[in-house]
Each structure stands twice: as structure tokens, then as C-alpha cells.
């Protein structure tokens, strides 16, 4: 009965900060022909900040590689991948959330590193060993903010 | 030349009338010796049909800077070689010049370094360097890209320049190029990136900012304008890893030997430019 109580009590204070427990850590991401289906999170993305992690130099850096209209006031876009500018027209939700997670699964042998694997890569920087390069919200809220990239 | 590229110049040429530099630009240096910047790609660097000195991509007033001595930066630098060069240094009283006499002597080593000597091992131009200066001189080693010592490599380079790059990779060399060529392709760092994927598969293509290179080494040790000074090609591979969040090899490692032997192969025919100037 004791133990009964404990565990409704953990289960309770869980239930309270819903977004520690649903994180998906980055080795248990589930794909689906390079989709990912679920919120990495729980938590509803916040596109105005992912649109700051998706230009930031030191998070998303994504304009080192990628030209996005959106973000024409930042100088210098790159041309190593594709144009964002509808990028919600031609992916899915799910592809994206998946492309950004580990685009490896999606495009075989491309550039574009993995931004939510905290393994499988060799010789880090000391201080980035074990870590992603995106926490799981920022994946989620650069997802919700690349679902605003529509043209159509 | 891909098609990005020719567009680039075709556009270029229609707005600039006469190029003084751009990318379809003769470098010339000091109104006489021309270098060949763009030649046929070794057989070996068989994923290249061109290959194309870094002093290609970089921006005109870039390219100006190399193009006349005296407005070179690095020349600073290997004036400073040069009295380095001359100076007495450490317990046997010799200089570099007592034995080599002028260092035009030199002409020519660069463009064939790193090399296998006779014990079998790669041995860098900065080892020899080194070598000298403890085993005949009794001077402290300089650090591996010490001021000093990218001052004298860069001054020996000289010696080599307009010279086609030609480094040996057979023979006693082969196994040294091999390990070097399995680096150059091998993916590192939290952003999981190879040489090749930057280097190889998208050269001439911007990346934010930067225009990437081949990442040639015949220009080397550089003047870079982002840290004034020179650079020298461990120093730079070092830079590289960091950028994509690696740990860098050793400077004079084993691993960076290995790998400035392959990447200077993928350079054989480019003229020696040391010291170029870069971004």
C-alpha cells in the first residue's frame, strides 16, 4: 500500500510538469521513412522563437547552408542546400520535425548534421560530447516555425 | 567547371567589361610570373575533373592583394624569415645560411613536400625545420606553427613559387596517402562532416559568407586577413575541425602529416603560390 502511494504521488507530480516526462530523448526518436510523427516534446512549438534558434549562428545556424526570404534582413544566405522559401508547401509536419531530428534517414549521405543525436558521431568538441546540437523544444519550435514558410 | 560557376563569370564579365580579378582571372604576380591556378585534376583525386587554387574563389580585392609583392601582407612575414634565416641561433653557433648558403637554394622543396626521407617516415618541411635546428644548430625547436617557423616555410616556399606542386604518393609514400585520404573522407565532430563533404561535394558554392575552396594547400603557409598573419596548413585543418565541432588532431601528428600529404596530392600541377593571401 505504501509503495502504492508513492507511485500515485511520482505519477502525480509527473502529470504537473508534463514537459520533463514527454520528452523524447534523442536515441528513442522513432522514424518513419525519415518522418517522425510525434512531438518531441508535447508541447506546441513556438515558431517566433524558432525562427530566432533557426538564424541563430551558434543553434540552428541554418542560413550558413540554407537561403530563406523570411529572413532577408540577415545578410549572407547560403547555397549549399536547398531554398526554404515554401518549404511548408512541399513538407509535411512530420518531415520536417524527421529532417531536422537526423535528415540522414531522409536524404542518405547528405551534409546536413543531425540536430537531435546525442550519439553516433566521433571525435566531439569536449564540450558538445554527448549532447545535441538543438534541445528537444528548439527542434520542435524550428518545425513549427518552417510550417510557416508557405508561398501557396 | 560547374554550372553555378560559369553562370557566376558569365554574369560577372557582362557587368565588369575588363576583369581585373573574378574568378575567370590570370594571377599574375608582379606584372611577370603567371601561376596556373585552374588545372586537369590528378588521376588520383578521381572524384575532380579541375582543380582550382583557393586564390580562385576569393573576393577581387582578395585576389588584388597577391598579385604584387609589395602589397602582399605576408611579405612582412617572410622578410622576418629571412633575418631568422641569417641569425646565429643556439649551442653550435650556425645559422640556417652558414650551411644552406642563400636560400634560393631551397628552390624547389616545397612543391614536393610532405616526403618519405630514409628511415621510411612522412616528414614535413616544418620537421626539417626542426630537425636542423635541434640535431646541427642546438636551438630549441620552434612550437609546430610557431610565428617563427610559418616565417622560414613561408620564405623557403617562396623559393618554390610558380613551381608545379608535385608530391610523390607511391611507392614508400602509399600508406602514408592512404591513411591521409581515409581522413580526408571520414565524417568527425558533433556536425558530423568529412573534408570531402565541404571540399569536394560542394566547392564553389557559398556557405553563408564563404565562398568554399577546394581547400587547396599550394598557397601555404597563407596570410589570412582574418588573423594577419600567417597560416600554417596544420594550423588551418585544426580550424577546420573545430567549425564542425571536432577535436583537432595533433599539430605535427601523425594524422595531420598523413592528411597534408593527401590534400597536397590533390594539388599536384597548381603552382606554388606561398605566401598567398586568403580571407
Redesign the interface.
Known sequence: MKILIATAVVAAFFAGTATAQDTVVPTAVMFDEGAVGVSLTGVVGDAANGRKVFANRKQGNCLACHANADLSEQSFHGEVGPPLDGAADRWSEDELRGIVTNSKLMFEGTIMPAFYIDAGYTRPLEKFDGKSILSAQQVEDVVAYLMTLKEN | MNT?LLQTVAALSLLAGVAVAGEDATLIINDEETMVTEAAAPAHAENLDRIYSGWVFRADETQVLQMDDFDNPAFVFTDQGQDLYDTVDGTAGESCANCHGDVDSFAGLTAQMPRVNSDGELETLTELVNNCRTERMGAEAWKYSASQMTAVTALIGLQSRGMPVDVAIDGAAAPYWERGKELYY????????SCS??HE??YD?????DH?SQGQTNGFPTYRLKNAKLNSRHGRFKGC??NI???PFKEGGDEFKALELYVASRGNGLSVETPSVRN
Request: hydrophobic fraction near 40%.
Open positions: 553555378k571520414t565524417r568527425v565532430g558533433q556536425l558530423d562532416m563533404n565541404c561535394d560542394n558554392v557559398m556557405i553563408r559568407a568554399l575541425m573545430k565541432r571536432a577535436t
